[in-house]
């Protein structure tokens, strides 16, 4: 089955202790992006990467990075979380950038105290 | 700054019926326009996309429409169903760009 898959799904941590919340896609696509979802406001992105080895910064960079080794592998990193990085998180990949559907993962809800 | 804003911001209406969502964008040019249905608790899955040049494109009960001249953008849906209660997100795409711009969405709901 065709699909973008997250882990973990849930995580509550403390300010400081450095995570990673994995995406994986199965489809071949060379693009693929990160995003935060806060109440109230519009999804907004935080990285991209266009193909392996190719990462960009989104709207939201600050506090996070990313790397993008393997094509279908595309891990956001938050080396030492806040509380203002609470949010739930989502991972979607497309063919390539533009007019290709875009998928999204089923989300990581970050609680960070 | 690129905008992107929808209205109605809520909206309820009963099984059967038809109705419109609209979206209104600052973004100029643009690459492209998307419609996602978001359901509560999951991943936005997309419904259409469109380039500046097309004026609708239809996925079954949902037809978007695009006026690039007054950055206006509806979503149709006909015959609605429970299973559309959910939030509808309007993204649009600035030309020479990656980042998109996300609209803060719609919430429909559907009644029996």
């Known amino acids: 089955e065709a699909q973008v898959t997250q882990n973990p799904r849930y995580l509550i941590t403390v300010t400081g202790k450095k995570l990673t919340v994995t995406c994986s896609q199965n489809m071949n696509h060379e693009y693929m992006s990160w995003y935060r979802q806060d109440p109230g406001l519009g999804l907004r992105q935080i990285y991209y990467?266009?193909?392996?080895?190719?990462?960009d910064k989104g709207d939201v960079p600050e506090g996070y990075k990313v790397s993008r080794k393997e094509k279908r592998n595309f891990p956001l990193i938050l080396e030492s979380p806040s509380p203002n990085q609470t949010s739930l998180y989502f991972c979607a990949s497309s063919l390539y950038q533009g007019l290709s559907e875009q998928y999204f993962g089923p989300g990581t809800r970050l609680t960070v105290t | 700054k690129n905008q992107v804003e929808q209205s109605p911001q809520s909206l309820i209406i009963l099984e059967g019926k038809n109705c419109t969502l609209q979206c209104n964008y600052t973004v100029s040019p643009f690459s492209n326009l998307r419609w996602y249905k978001q359901d509560t608790g999951r991943g936005p899955v997309s419904l259409t996309i469109?380039?500046?040049?097309?004026n609708t494109k239809s996925n079954g009960r949902y037809t978007a429409t695009l006026d690039a001249d007054t950055k206006q953008s509806s979503l149709h849906i006909t015959a609605s169903q429970l299973s559309d209660s959910a939030s509808y997100i309007c993204v649009v795409t600035p030309g020479g760009s990656y980042i998109p711009t996300f609209g803060r969405g719609t919430s429909l709901i559907v009644h029996p």
């Open positions: 990467s266009m193909n392996v080895e190719v990462t």
């Open positions: 469109m380039t500046f040049s097309e």
